[in-house]
């Protein structure tokens, strides 16, 4: 039986150079393990709102500002994915919400990667379900 392995990789390319990254690596493990996911490999990538405006733009073909879009890169057997968060819009909420940014960018990085393992905000039911699980994994920390 094969031994099992995540991955999880934290990229700092944003214009912010301290960002959470053991909190944030921690709770996406603690993710992934609660839904069974033993193989994989995700990467959480801090940048800019001009890149990520620009991701949005190129594969979504919305041309606004986001915080956050995930990529599910799923290789046969394994899960891997790609969560950019803008860690300039990141700011803005952390004051907007009246939360620390190591907060927000951790709501972020769950909301993410539960894209990634499959679940969607598009309905009101969905987004409570996926509000429920961000915050129940914020508390953890």
Known sequence: MP???IE???INSSPISFLPKKKVHTVIERILLDH???NGTINIIYTSD????????QFLNHDYNT???SFQLDEEGSLDGEVYISSETAVMQA???KVSLSNEILRLAIHG???ILGYDD????AKQKMTELENKYISRN
């Open 67 to 69: 915080d956050v879009l």
């Open 36 to 38: 069974k996911k033993k």
């Open 95 to 97: 004051q907007e919400y």
């Open 122 to 125: 598009a309905e009101i039911e």
């Open 113 to 115: 990667t539960l894209h």
């Open 50 to 57: 001009d890149y990520l405006r620009n991701l949005n733009k």
């Open 8 to 10: 999880i990789n934290i």
């Open 3 to 5: 031994k099992s392995q």
